[in-house]
């Protein structure tokens, strides 16, 4: 089965602190993993993609395949960091659709 | 460059209505998604379409829910009769050809009461 879980519906940190949103999957194959994210009035939007391997406003994610996790992880959180962020796969060769995780709300106390 | 549209913004109905969305992608965008996202959960595909033509519709309730895509450009989707648990934001997306990332709309909050 294809499946993105979010373990914390509900994550709380100070401002400067670390901040790791937690994301697996289960997928039979290599997946394509995404962060999207979504802030207060805003659209959805893609924060990062497993294969670009890059640091977006702080964040990076790596895929471990043998942990089937893709964690989302920045050193000092900022008040702006707080969002809803949703994690993300899309199976190969099913033209980019995306199975969604439940979500996860992280707040950034100052 | 526009983003995706969608109307109308909110609705409320009753059970047994019907009701329809309508969803104007980025201009150029192939792949038009249409997303059910029950409160608390992440978003759940409902229909796929490229241009015109239908890719995956495997989660879509086709006893009460049509979509359609018609000249490959802006998509309506239906719901006919509504039930209390079609409560939902109704997200629409597209992606261009190509490319991975989708741009979403900013969604339909369909209440049914």
């Known amino acids: 089965a294809q499946r993105v879980t979010q373990p914390e519906k509900l994550l709380s940190v100070f401002k400067g602190a670390p901040v790791e949103l937690k994301c697996n999957y289960s997928?039979?194959?290599?997946?394509?993993l995404f962060w999207y994210v979504q802030y207060s009035r805003q659209r959805l939007q893609l924060l990062l993609r497993?294969?670009s391997r890059e640091s977006i406003k702080g964040f990076t994610a790596d895929l471990n395949k043998g942990e089937t996790s893709f964690h989302l992880k920045k050193p000092f959180a900022q008040e702006e960091d707080s969002a809803m962020y949703y994690c993300?796969?899309?199976?190969?060769?099913?033209?980019?659709?995306?199975?969604f995780g439940q979500g996860t709300e992280l707040s950034v106390k100052p | 460059e526009a983003g995706v549209a969608q109307s109308p913004r909110y609705k409320i109905i009753e059970k047994r209505q019907s009701v329809a969305f309508w969803c104007n992608p980025i201009?150029?965008?192939?792949?038009l998604y249409w997303y059910q996202q029950i409160l608390g959960q992440g978003p759940k595909l409902l229909i796929q379409?490229?241009?015109?033509?239908?890719?995956?519709d495997s989660q879509l309730p086709k006893d009460r829910f049509s979509a359609e895509r018609l000249k490959g450009v802006d998509s309506t989707l239906k719901i006919q009769p509504a039930k209390l648990e079609d409560s939902a934001v109704y997200l629409c997306?597209?992606?261009?050809?190509?490319?991975?990332?989708?741009?979403f709309g900013p969604g339909t909050r369909l209440t049914v009461t």
């Open positions: 997306a597209s992606r261009a050809q190509g490319t991975y990332e989708q741009y």
């Open positions: 997928y039979s194959g290599s997946p394509e």
């Open positions: 497993h294969i």
């Open positions: 993300a796969l899309s199976p190969y060769n099913q033209g980019g659709k995306l199975i």
């Open positions: 201009s150029g965008h192939a792949t």
């Open positions: 379409f490229q241009n015109n033509g239908v890719v995956d």
